[in-house]
């Protein structure tokens, strides 16, 4: 039985460098899985989250949610805002709880300005995920700009290698929570 991984692009930006990382990721997975699903927050906009029952019947909100109740594992990456995640991250993980985390293996990546950013980014959104329970994979990634062309393609090999590496701990993961 294929699993079913939720890829999700937490940049709100058209033509955001958490694209092209998600999309190496998606079609690596892909092959290895078969079952995935993307979401783009850059297409897949919702309202601001303010706990109102209403916004639940909302068709983004519907959409989302359906999204992770049928996903057994994730992969997420966001860029680096302000030493954190993205608003727009933050707020679609708002509108989801420990019911569609709880014991799931996530995978997590940052698209980072250099140096040394995205490091926070990846820490910040630790605590979220440990906040809805979820099963965060040790392992992670932060892609610099230089490895993304102007096209928006990740072109930098030894990163396509480390993200590869990710995808396996991802899937080893989700063999692990099958025969639990």
Same mark, same amino acid.
């Not at 997975?29 to 699903?37: E, F, I, T, V």
């Not at 698209?111 to 820490?123: C, R």
């Given at each position: 039985?294929? /699993?079913?991984?939720?890829?999700?692009?937490?940049?709100?930006?058209?033509?955001?460098? =958490?694209?092209?990382?998600?999309?190496?990721?998606?079609?690596?997975?892909?092959? /290895?899985?078969?079952?995935?699903?993307?979401?783009?927050? &850059?297409?897949?906009?919702?309202?601001?989250?303010?706990?109102?029952?209403? %916004?639940?019947?909302?068709? =983004?909100?519907?959409?989302? #949610?359906?999204?992770? /109740?049928?996903?057994?594992?994730?992969?997420?990456?966001?860029?680096? *805002?302000?030493?954190?995640?993205?608003?727009?991250?933050?707020?679609?993980?708002?509108?989801?709880?420990?019911? *569609?985390?709880?014991?799931?293996?996530?995978?997590?990546?940052?698209?980072?300005?250099?140096? /040394?950013?995205?490091?926070?980014?990846?820490?910040?959104? #630790?605590?979220?995920?440990?906040?809805? %329970?979820?099963?965060?994979?040790? =392992?992670?990634?932060?892609?610099?700009?230089? %490895?993304?062309?102007? &096209?928006?393609?990740?072109?930098?090999?030894?990163?396509?290698?480390?993200?590869?590496?990710?995808?396996?701990?991802?899937?080893?993961?989700?063999?692990?929570?099958?025969?639990?």
């Amino acid at each position: 039985m294929s /699993k079913n991984v939720l890829f999700i692009s937490g940049s709100p930006r058209a033509g955001a460098n =958490t694209k092209a990382v998600v999309n190496v990721v998606y079609r690596l997975l892909r092959d /290895k899985q078969g079952n995935s699903q993307l979401l783009d927050l &850059h297409r897949h906009v919702l309202p601001l989250f303010n706990g109102d029952p209403a %916004q639940q019947e909302l068709d =983004t909100v519907v959409q989302l #949610r359906k999204l992770a /109740k049928e996903a057994d594992a994730f992969f997420i990456v966001t860029p680096e *805002y302000h030493n954190g995640i993205s608003g727009a991250l933050k707020n679609a993980l708002d509108f989801l709880n420990s019911d *569609y985390f709880q014991g799931k293996p996530v995978a997590i990546a940052a698209a980072a300005g250099g140096g /040394k950013g995205g490091i926070n980014a990846l820490n910040n959104l #630790r605590l979220v995920l440990r906040g809805v %329970q979820a099963n965060v994979l040790s =392992t992670q990634y932060v892609a610099d700009p230089n %490895q993304i062309d102007q &096209h928006g393609i990740f072109i930098d090999e030894a990163g396509v290698q480390a993200l590869q590496a990710l995808v396996l701990d991802l899937a080893s993961a989700l063999k692990t929570e099958a025969s639990v």
